[in-house]
């Protein structure tokens, strides 16, 4: 029997060919469709979104954060909902628990960059005193001149570094390690000191707004992915769910088609891969792989399973709040009013192989007493539901020469593009990174447009 191919080209547009209907896959189908390409979004899935929407026990909300220095990510939010149809936030303080039980905030000042980041960090008392002095006179150093960002930090693990620059191992600990656990999924020991440094810049040595924290009183579903469906289907763009795609066809260095295994062809003038690196290597032929370092180093990349961990108690909750913890499997602790008399706890970690505390469903009956011991949950309240779900291979590995490996959004092949938080985009894999390298995508089509 004859392959059925099909043509998604149109005389009077270009045709994109999307692979993967996560959220970077999305971002670029809805700019590209905006642009007026004829889009074919491929999802292997039933629905859209990816692993963190399908993997959702719930139907409901599902609150999130979304930081002041995430440009795309708001700039795409606010474009999906016009005026009063914005989804609801609220500006929340990032909390540390310390040794002791209590809590301390970061302070927030309103002073102009980058005195507020001096400011604050000579506020912040999770960090002792003279180990505050030491690292507010290095950071002011470096904004002067007066010192530089050692060369070798792609090449030394983040624990290593703060050493050197006088953080001591308790404050390694308590703060600086669920920070980057909480921005990026990786421990400090693992994890390279650039990709540290990287995820810190933005969010606390920038302007003072770009520092803000928000939580979304809705989920993922709600406020990206269902918006930029209608969008899609109003642009007459075409959406294959459950659709595999086995094979990239070639000739020379263009693809000529993508094989899905119903036999059918695919083509069109641009294809966009937004697939993890594990399901995009088998597509690529051979002689590409052997070819082009751009792939080849693609192997070279890891990633580990989160697990989220959704909390439900009887007692209401008096203001949102995200607290990072220290001496437990979890790194957060995101708190929100789930009804008027129930709140929502989501607890956060990742299941890095190299990591020291793991968790797992038999921790699950220690949980309340957990919440107890944190002070989130009153003795006379009860649990009403613990749910765990985990993410596969959700977090990628940040350590020493990583920084190498993710690919850049334009492939070496002329009509080919690669999209994900995982590429490099300069953030962490996370969801703004995925939105970045959509729009980077559809940006390197659009300006390849023939005029």
């Known amino acids: ?104 905030h970061y302070p927030r000042t309103s002073f102009p960059a980058p ?27 470096l904004w002067e001149g007066d010192a530089e960002l050692p060369a070798d930090l792609e090449q030394r693990t983040a624990a290593d570094w703060l050493a050197s620059i006088g953080q001591s191992a308790q404050t390694r600990s308590l703060v600086w390690n ?15 000191a650039d990709a540290f440094v990287r995820s810190m810049k933005p969010v606390f040595l920038s302007t003072h707004p770009d520092s803000r924290i928000s939580v979304v009183q809705d989920s993922l579903l709600a406020c990206f992915v269902q918006p930029i469906t209608q969008r899609l289907r109003q642009q007459h763009a075409t959406i294959l769910y459950n659709t595999d795609a086995t094979q990239i066809r070639y000739e020379q260095d263009r693809i000529s088609g993508v094989q899905l295994r119903n036999g059918s062809l695919l ?91 793991r968790t797992d469903s038999r921790h699950d009956a220690a949980i309340p007493d957990l919440l107890r011991s944190w002070g989130l949950l009153a003795s006379e309240c009860k649990v009403v539901s613990i749910r765990r779900r985990t993410i596969s291979n959700a977090i990628l590995s940040l350590k020493p020469g990583a920084k190498s490996h993710r690919p850049i959004q334009r492939s070496p092949i002329e009509n080919l593009l690669v999209a994900g938080a995982w590429t490099d985009t300069g953030w962490p894999p996370n969801l703004e990174s995925a939105i970045v390298s959509g729009n980077r995508c559809a940006e390197a089509i659009a300006l390849d447009r023939p005029t």
């Open 1 to 104: 029997m004859v392959p059925l191919t099909i043509h998604v080209k149109s005389p009077d547009s270009q045709s994109v060919v999307i692979l993967g209907g996560g959220l970077a896959g999305l971002a670029a189908a809805d700019r590209l469709s905006d642009l007026g390409y004829r889009v074919t979004l491929v999802e292997r899935r039933p629905l859209l979104g990816g692993a963190l929407i399908e993997d959702s026990p719930y139907d409901g909300p599902e609150p999130f954060t979304i930081l002041g220095c995430h440009h795309a990510t708001q700039a795409l939010l606010h474009s999906l909902h016009a005026g009063s149809q914005q989804p609801a936030d609220i500006t929340i303080p990032l909390e540390f628990r310390l040794p002791d039980g209590s809590f301390v």
């Open 115 to 141: 005195l507020h980041t001096w400011v604050n960090l000579l506020r912040f008392a999770g960090i002792p005193w003279k180990e505050r002095w030491r690292l507010a006179s290095w950071v002011e150093q």
């Open 178 to 192: 669920p920070l980057a656990q909480w921005l990026t999924g990786n421990d400090l020991a693992t994890m390279s």
């Open 267 to 357: 083509q069109a003038d641009w294809y966009v891969i937004a697939l993890p690196p594990q399901q995009l290597t088998p597509l690529i032929p051979e002689r590409w792989l052997t070819r082009y370092a751009y792939f080849q180093q693609l192997s070279e990349l890891q990633s580990f399973d989160s697990t989220i961990v959704d909390v439900h108690i009887e007692q209401p909750c008096v203001s949102p709040r995200l607290i990072l913890l220290n001496d437990t499997a979890f790194h957060s602790a995101l708190i929100t009013a789930s009804a008027p008399d129930r709140t929502g706890i989501t607890l956060t970690t990742t299941d890095n192989p190299f990591a020291q505390t």
